[in-house]
């Protein structure tokens, strides 16, 4: 434990965010059952230490488990004037209407070193994705983030859940001045990008301030099946061990594990990746991927297609399961899948590069009638929640969900009428890169949406959702945009 702190044993776990950003809880309603599941938090601020008075940094990284009952407990690592050091809590919170609350707790360390209360604000926003709490008072300020984590299971990630291209700000508080002798600077950041390969191999280049050019090299990671993990790189000098935890949306929180250092930080996809739920050719459809290059450099990226059954589609026009596309400035490209053989669905992911939009077209050609055609909007692949809005007075409502990332996904499904009452709930189950489509009124426990119209919200309490809707009438269809 930190024994050099005024209020180590009583006011360090301090877990998530300010609650001056309350105003991106948008007007929700709250209650404790609101604040459930997982979540990885990533704290900092400073403390004062006890035997000089002196203001020193302080930094903590974790995973907390909330009941949802009011009941949460966890485990972290905080880092207090370079000492990195484990301990555990458990704690009580109490959720207003308006989303803010408290939160009180007790602290256990490594080698039963003492323990003590500590209470703090709290704010949900973002429908309990993301929680804010901070601690002000005289002997410490600390504040910080807390995500939902990207899975719920004790085996849902994998190595393959880190992958492709991040940047990251890393931060060391502090760089100079002997322990106890209160010389603090302002501290040293650390800009880099980090490539992992989903398989355990890392890559890395950085740029330090004050400048340190040409920082770079090669290392490894490991990611639990609870998307916890660990990274390890060196830097000129010596090497960083990180601690590391995935969040939904993708980023990923860091704290620095080794003593006498202290860097903690996030990283970040460097472009989300992009899906288009439905992508359906043969037996009488015809589907299209419009993209737009609005940047005065030429622009190439890979567009890979997967069937409902998370295999390779193979896009008959294009002779395999992925093509590139290359848009010169300021162009457009297509990808056309014709109406030929039977039909064959799955969807498309992609990421855009910076300035680059698209959509797709869909088309139905029915015997005896005139071909429709709609346009559905692109996604984002790795998003936790997705709505829409549904008519099934006259019309069909259709629906295509897909789980385009590694960890399976857990998809709740609930639906309201024009009055606000709960008229179905339903569960979907979708296996890593597995996509599903039916009308939405076939899904268990949606029958009574029939005749109504209302709205339909779909939650991954594991792994992620897009979703494409499609209303049917008697001889034409349109798409229904769902907002994320």
Avoid at 76 to 81: I, L, V
Avoid at 443 to 465: I, Y
């Amino acid at each position: 434990m930190v024994h050099g702190f005024k209020r180590a044993t009583n006011a360090v776990v301090r877990v998530f965010l300010f609650p001056g950003l309350a105003a991106l809880t948008q007007a929700q309603t709250c209650s404790n059952s609101s604040f459930s599941g997982t979540y990885f938090y990533l704290e900092n601020g400073t403390a004062v230490e006890g035997s000089t008075s002196s203001v020193a940094p302080y930094a903590q990284f974790g995973k907390v488990i909330a009941d949802g009952t009011g009941n949460a407990s966890g485990q972290g690592t905080e880092n207090a004037s370079n000492m990195p050091s484990p301990l555990s809590f458990t704690a009580t919170y109490a959720l207003n209407a308006d989303c803010s609350g408290m939160v009180t707790g007790t602290n256990s360390r490594q080698g039963g070193g003492s323990s003590g209360l500590w209470t703090s604000a709290m704010q949900l926003v973002h429908g309990g994705q993301e929680a804010l709490i901070a601690t002000m008072d005289s002997e410490m300020v600390v504040t910080g983030h807390a995500y939902r984590a990207a899975a719920e299971g004790a085996s849902q990630c994998g190595n393959a859940s880190l992958a492709g291209s991040y940047g990251w700000l890393g931060w060391n508080p502090r760089l100079a001045g002997a322990e106890g002798g209160g010389a603090y600077t302002l501290g040293q950041d650390l800009v880099g990008g980090f490539v992992f390969d989903g398989e355990g191999g890392l890559s890395y280049t950085g740029t330090a301030n004050p400048a340190i050019a040409g920082l770079g090299g090669h290392g490894t990671y490991s990611i639990a099946g609870d998307c916890s993990g660990t990274a390890t790189f060196g830097i000129p000098g010596y090497t960083i061990n990180f601690l590391l935890g995935i969040v939904e949306g993708g980023n990923v929180l860091c704290l620095e594990s080794d003593p006498a250092s202290f860097f903690f930080g996030i990283l970040e996809p460097e472009s989300p990746p992009t899906v288009l739920p439905q992508f359906a050719f043969g037996g009488g459809w015809y589907s299209a991927l419009y993209f737009t290059n609005t940047t005065t450099a030429a622009v190439s990226f890979p567009v890979n297609f997967t069937a409902d059954d998370g295999t390779a589609l193979t896009v008959p026009s294009l002779g395999g399961s992925s093509t590139t596309v290359n848009i010169p400035p300021l162009g457009t490209a297509i990808i056309e899948a014709p109406n030929t053989g039977p039909l064959s669905q799955g969807y498309a992911t992609f990421t855009l590069p910076p300035g680059v939009s698209g959509y797709g077209v869909f088309r139905q050609s029915v015997t005896g009638r005139p071909d429709q055609e709609a346009v559905a909007p692109f996604a984002t692949a790795n998003a936790a929640s997705s709505t829409l809005v549904w008519d099934d007075t006259s019309f069909v409502t259709a629906i295509a969900i897909a789980n385009a990332g590694p960890v399976a996904a857990t998809i709740s499904v609930t639906l309201w009428d024009n009055d606000g009452n709960v008229v179905g709930r339903s569960t979907v189950n979708l296996p890593p890169y597995q996509k599903t489509e039916a009308a939405l009124r076939n899904l268990p426990g949606l029958s009574g949406m029939a005749g109504s119209r209302g709205r339909a919200q779909f939650s991954a309490t594991s792994g992620n959702v897009a979703v494409l809707g499609l209303r049917f009438g008697a001889s034409a269809f349109t798409s229904i945009p769902a907002q994320q």
